[in-house]
T-cell receptor, first 115, second 113 residues
């Protein structure tokens, strides 16, 4: 079974608008972590934001925020005030349990920002 | 955050040959991982590189095909052996220095002809 599901293969957003990227996850562990990464065409993986399963507040990092709904097992990424440089592939990933830091990745969502 | 470098950044290799990819971190880290990203796909974990012991491989990946070394806490290598065109991918190493810290190297873009 898929541990991480990203249902939006591609999205278009107008410059300066906000965009929400969906991510749902499946785990039976009580302790887990959720990550979002950005992958531009260069191929590097850029860490954006992290949410721990015990964190009560939604994580924020600059223009990135994570809408964490634990009961629904969703961890959506919100990018505010989109910029042309935000055009990239975005991956949601999960770490399960304690002490094992390997990640499971979703299929990714391609974001294209239009001027 | 850890600074991670990988060599080579890209290579074009002939089928049947092997390529060794290096991953260097600027600080000591407990966990190092190797991922593969096939064209247009997501990342798949190949193995966890354990310092002082054999790597732990994920289902579908074997040591004969992807031997890994981890001689110390800042360095690891991944070898892609007896390559075929299906091995054409981006290979990424990552390090985990804490539960909420996972950083990736710039990747090695491999093309097998």
């Amino acid at each position: 079974a898929q541990k991480i599901t990203q249902t939006q293969p591609g999205m278009f957003v107008q410059e300066k608008e906000a965009v929400t990227l969906d991510c749902t996850y499946d785990t039976s562990d009580q302790s887990y972590g959720l990550f979002w990464y950005k992958q531009p065409s260069s191929g590097e993986m850029i860490f954006l934001i992290y949410q721990g399963s015990y964190d009560e507040q939604n994580a924020t990092e600059g223009r990135y925020s994570l809408n964490f709904q634990k009961a629904r097992k969703s961890a959506n990424l919100v990018i505010s005030a989109s910029q042309l440089g935000d055009s990239a592939m975005y991956f949601c990933a999960m770490r399960e349990g304690r002490g094992d830091y390997k990640l499971s990745f979703g299929a990714g969502t391609t974001v294209t920002v239009r001027a | 955050s850890a600074v991670i470098s990988q060599k080579p950044s890209r290579d074009i290799c002939q089928r049947g040959t092997s390529l060794t990819i290096q991953c260097q971190v600027d600080s000591q880290v407990t966990m190092m991982f190797w991922y593969r990203q096939q064209p247009g796909q997501s990342l798949t974990l190949i193995a966890t590189a354990n310092q002082g012991s054999e790597a732990t491989y994920e289902s579908g990946f074997v040591i004969d095909k992807f031997p890994i070394s981890r001689p110390n806490l800042t360095f690891s290598t991944l070898t892609v052996s007896n390559m075929s065109p299906e091995d054409s991918s981006i290979y990424l190493c990552s390090v985990g220095s804490g539960a909420y810290e996972q950083y990736f190297g710039p990747g090695t873009r491999l093309t097998v002809t």
